[in-house]
């Protein structure tokens, strides 16, 4: 099975697909995501998402619990996105991504240069939900490339869940510090599914000379096994982050 980083991975965290039968689906997976105003706003805010095939070997081809969280800390900060310059990183399916869309933001969803299955995933969300001005690229891990030299300085860098492989963890952090270098201020917002207790985050971003604030599920409205009118985030263990450079490499 292969991880995020296009790299075999040691986690068998689903079974075998059977060959027959699963490798073309009509369009199967349709996740209705609907983010309730928490102001006086009498609108509802849909976002949909339907994507071909969703059985698949390559985790960034589904929509996981982190996401919906993610998606949800977005909605409840709306009003501070527009013309933000918003990155999503490890994007896949992209619902984060689009929510900031959504709401105004400057949105650019990235993946592995290595996954161009993933990136196509990516645009093909953009289409589904008419955001032709969201820009998709490819951007691996750990590696210093034209298309993350070219980037503009971000204001807000999304992760949902990109925190999976502990050997992937070194190489997106340095993705990070390097974006943190063209704009000192910029933040990270991290969703990440607890499932181990035997490696630690905040011990390597303080390598980093990062630091990170977690942020209550309850003080979003994202403390409910079924968020939005979706399934997700069921009885996982989320935890929401906020990470930016600590105050003395500033």
């Known amino acids: 099975m292969l991880g995020r980083s296009g790299r075999p991975s040691s986690s068998s965290l689903r079974p075998r697909l059977p060959s027959s039968g699963l490798r073309h689906f009509r369009q199967l997976c349709l996740l209705l995501a609907s983010f309730r105003p928490v102001c006086c706003s009498k609108h509802l805010f ?27 800390y977005l909605w409840f900060h709306r009003g501070s996105l527009p013309g933000k310059a918003v990155l999503e990183i490890g994007a896949g399916v992209s619902l984060p991504g689009i929510v900031a869309a959504k709401c105004g933001a400057e949105v650019i969803l990235s993946d592995s240069a290595e996954l161009p299955h993933c990136l196509e995933i990516c645009q093909r969300s953009c289409q589904m939900n008419n955001l032709p001005q969201v820009q998709v ?62 490696w630690s985050l905040e011990a390597l971003l303080y390598k980093w000379d990062m630091k990170c604030v977690h942020i209550p599920l309850e003080s979003f409205g994202a403390d409910e096994e079924a968020i939005a009118e979706s399934a997700l985030p069921g009885r996982h263990t989320v935890e929401m982050l906020v990470i930016s450079l600590a105050k003395d490499s500033l």
């Open 137 to 198: 690229i490819g951007l691996t891990w750990g590696h210093v490339s034209q298309a993350l030299l070219a980037l503009p300085p971000q204001d807000i860098i999304l992760a949902s869940d990109v925190f999976f492989e502990p050997e992937d963890f070194e190489d997106i952090l340095t993705t990070v510090y390097f974006l943190m270098q063209k704009n000192p201020k910029v933040q990270l917002w991290s969703t990440y599914q607890v499932r181990s207790a035997d």
């Open 46 to 72: 849909r976002v949909s998402f339907s994507w071909l095939p969703v059985l698949h070997l390559q985790y960034g081809m589904y929509v996981w619990p982190c996401a919906v969280v993610l998606a949800q």
